[in-house]
């Protein structure tokens, strides 16, 4: 199993609303990610969790709140959102940094819309 | 401050031709990554170049990497017009697992 798997694929949500996306993965590895990508834009990182410890924060609002249950999971809680929080949430996976070779897996991401 | 700068971020050449995509970055880096973007799709994993004189090819796609001049580049031999995506590089480090992405290079292969 080489996939990174997202759900939903799709999300509308109001600005009172509170909804979770979802990324598992079993490929073993040990380190996962949240990126936020705009249209036409690169992604941008939001988190990082190594061994199920948050590593990174890249100073995202706390409207969005990641959690990582376990190795395979990885979740982002989502509160309050904005309208301009709309975008492709894309969640990624990576071994071990230090074998040869390692590469970031994404997944096929969460169409998010804030109405 | 980290930065990661590519260059063109967009082009348009005929089917045939070579081009050359360039990624420039700022500081000392341990990878360097290269991702295919097609509209509403996710990132697919290209190459991943660890050390400096690296050159992986895959089809019509060459990258390098050059670390002493903080270069890399993504050529396109001969395209075809399923080439046509966005294509990323990202910049990565050992020191912890931040991996930033340049802003693309859209590029559209005409028929």
């Known amino acids: 199993d080489t996939e990174v798997t997202q759900t939903p694929k799709h999300l509308v949500m109001g600005m009172t609303n509170k909804k979770s996306l979802k990324c598992e993965q079993h490929m073993g590895h040990r380190a996962m990610y949240w990126y936020k990508q705009k249209a036409k834009k690169p992604p941008e990182l939001m988190f990082v969790y190594s061994y199920e410890k948050l590593s990174i924060n890249e100073s995202v609002p706390s409207r969005f709140s990641p959690e990582c249950p376990n190795s395979s999971l990885l979740n982002l809680h989502l509160h309050a959102l904005q309208p301009e929080d709309s975008a492709l949430y894309l969640c990624a996976s990576s071994q071990e940094v230090v074998l040869i070779g390692e590469k970031l897996f994404f997944g096929s991401g969460t169409q998010l819309s804030v109405l | 401050e980290l930065k990661v700068e590519q260059n063109p971020l967009f082009l348009s050449m005929q089917e045939g031709k070579n081009y050359t995509i360039y990624c420039n970055y700022s500081t000392t880096s341990d990878r360097l990554y290269w991702y295919r973007q097609d509209p509403g799709k996710s990132l697919e994993s290209l190459f991943v170049?660890?050390?400096?004189?690296a050159v992986k090819q895959e089809g019509r796609l060459m990258a390098s990497l050059d670390t002493k001049a903080r270069l890399s580049t993504l050529h396109i031999t001969a395209a075809v017009h399923d080439l046509s995506a966005t294509y990323f590089c990202?910049?990565?480090?050992?020191?912890?697992?931040?991996?930033?992405f340049g802003k693309g290079t859209r590029l559209h292969i005409l028929p």
């Open positions: 990202a910049v990565g480090w050992f020191a912890d697992d931040k991996i930033i």
């Open positions: 170049l660890l050390s400096n004189g």
